[in-house]
């Protein structure tokens, strides 16, 4: 039997790499509340067990992927790469 955990990560990875195939912003969720905004796909990377978000200021966020709880389409409202 697959480990939950893994299937979880991989499915999050999976869904942000296809947002990240689209110009249009979108948001992650994260399990702490916190909510980082990518304007452009440039501003992302995915590896095999990690995901990594520039800001607006170049600060690096390092995540894994298992604390994404939800991707969604961002309104583009708030004109930052990052809101906590």
């Known amino acids: 039997m697959a480990n939950p955990l893994v299937y ?4 999050n990875l999976e869904q942000i790499r296809q947002r990240a195939g689209r110009t249009k ?5 994260l399990s702490n ?3 980082l905004v990518v304007k452009h796909p440039d501003f992302v990377a995915l590896g ?3 995901v990594v978000v520039i800001d607006e200021n170049d ?5 894994d992927p298992r604390h994404i709880v939800s991707i969604e389409d961002d309104s ?3 004109g930052a790469l990052l809101s906590l």
């Open 8 to 11: 979880h990560n991989r499915m």
């Open 25 to 29: 912003p979108f948001a992650l969720q």
């Open 33 to 35: 509340g916190q909510r």
């Open 48 to 50: 095999a067990h990690i």
């Open 59 to 63: 600060r690096v966020i390092t995540l």
């Open 76 to 78: 583009g409202d708030d």
